[in-house]
């Protein structure tokens, strides 16, 4: 199903930030344009979600966690739950 496996995506793109000092130095290193990508990816994965009619909250959570994670150490919790969020609702979408 593509709803889990946009949320696949952006969760493990989540999960690779969510690492610290790498995730950190990723964000740092592309000039914070990593966090716009995972914006673009969360956005793409709430439009999934309504045409698949699964769960929106992971991505709402993806969206605000790309808006606030700018702030170091608030960054990686918010990915951290963004990402473990994601990667739930990706399993349970599969088992649909």
């Known amino acids: 199903m593509l709803s889990a496996i946009a949320k ?7 999960a690779l ?6 995730g950190g130095s990723i964000v740092i290193f592309s ?10 990816l969360h956005i793409i994965t709430l439009i999934v979600t309504f045409v698949y009619r699964t769960a ?14 700018a702030i ?3 960054g990686w919790i ?8 994601l ?3 990706a399993v349970r979408d599969l088992s649909r």
Request: overall charge neutral.
């Open 8 to 14: 696949f995506v952006s969760g493990g793109f989540e």
């Open 17 to 22: 930030l969510a690492i610290p000092f790498i």
């Open 31 to 40: 000039g914070y344009s990593a966090l716009g990508t995972a914006l673009v």
């Open 56 to 69: 929106k909250t992971p991505s709402v959570v993806g969206i605000i966690t790309s808006l606030l994670s």
């Open 72 to 74: 170091p150490v608030v």
């Open 78 to 85: 918010l990915h951290t739950i963004a990402a473990i969020l």
């Open 87 to 89: 990667l739930a609702s």
